[in-house]
């Protein structure tokens, strides 16, 4: 069966347990969340018996943890040191991360590499590596998934090249992996319209057996724009069916796939109330057929509870 499943939240009421059944009642088989909020450093500490808990209904329901994936927060920026006490405090924040993934049980982390301001993209590169050299430890389980960027302003990762680099001057080389994502491809460049060359190429650059987790997101934005505006799945200019291609490519089928489509509100008016499209699009992977009615799908579902 094919690994899908979408972002959820983590609560600190609920935790582990929270986020396994909403991801449940999506119908994911995989799922991947924050363990706080994605702009601050704030966390709760971390409930063993929740945890547990959890573990228990992902089991029931047959997920893996090994399909489960912790995201960083954003506000880590490995890239830059102009600010050596931000910089420093990025390294020691990531080590916390990486204890409460070990924690959970959870064995992958995605990190978006940073952006290097006003330093060159060399050192930018330099300074992740450096981090990372600095937090990773040969004992470790959790794998540190590298984020492909769209390149927006001074991004590190919007190549192949520069995650390539981060890659090969890691010490640890067995515990950093790769994390695709299909809008920032679509927006640095990349083919995402014939995803077997794409693959061919990172085959033969990094190794395919480097991708850890796919996030599989529709674009707002053309090729090349460098935008990273995400898109419901086959309202963008990727496409439903280019991005079913990707989902059920034999080559990465074992890789967890993570929905990180945009909220839909109620209404076009209304900003503040927002829900999860992630059930109905599911729902139309799994049946390979596209949702051309999607946002009143949603708006009706929400609305009824």
Do not use: W
């Amino acid at each position: 069966m094919v690994l899908i499943g979408s972002h959820v939240s983590f609560k600190s009421d609920s935790q582990l347990l929270g986020s396994a059944n909403e991801a449940i009642s999506y119908g994911s088989n995989c799922f991947m969340f924050y363990t706080g909020a994605p702009q601050n450093t704030k966390r709760s500490k971390l409930s063993y018996d929740l945890t547990l808990k959890a573990r228990d209904v992902l089991s029931d329901n047959n997920i893996d943890l090994k399909n489960v994936v912790i995201h960083a927060p954003y506000i880590i920026n490995l890239a830059n040191n102009s600010k050596m006490e931000s910089y420093l405090f990025g390294i020691s924040f990531l080590k916390e991360e990486i204890n409460r993934a070990n924690m959970l049980g959870v064995e992958k982390l995605v990190l978006h590499p940073g952006s290097s301001v006003k330093l060159s993209k060399e050192e930018g590169i330099k300074n992740i590596i450096n981090a990372l050299n600095e937090v990773i430890t040969p004992l470790q389980t959790v794998k540190i998934c590298i984020e492909t960027m769209a390149g927006k302003g001074s991004e590190v990762g919007s190549n192949l090249e520069e995650i390539k680099e981060i890659l090969d001057n890691v010490k640890y080389k067995d515990k950093v992996m790769v994390c695709l994502d299909t809008c920032h491809l679509n927006d640095a460049g990349y083919d995402m319209k014939d995803f077997d060359k794409f693959l061919d190429d990172f085959d033969k650059l990094i190794g395919i057996d480097k991708i850890g987790v796919i996030h599989v997101n529709d674009s707002k934005n053309g090729i090349s724009s460098h935008k990273d505006r995400h898109e419901n799945l086959g309202y963008g200019t990727i496409g439903f069916d280019n991005l079913i291609n990707i989902i059920y490519n034999k080559r990465v089928f074992d890789v967890p796939k993570i929905l990180e489509t945009p909220y839909i509100t109620l209404t076009d008016d209304d900003k503040k109330k927002a829900f999860a499209p992630y059930k109905f699009e599911i729902e139309s992977i799994k049946d390979k057929t596209f949702n051309d009615n999607l946002y009143e799908v949603v708006r009706s579902y929400y609305n009824k509870k």
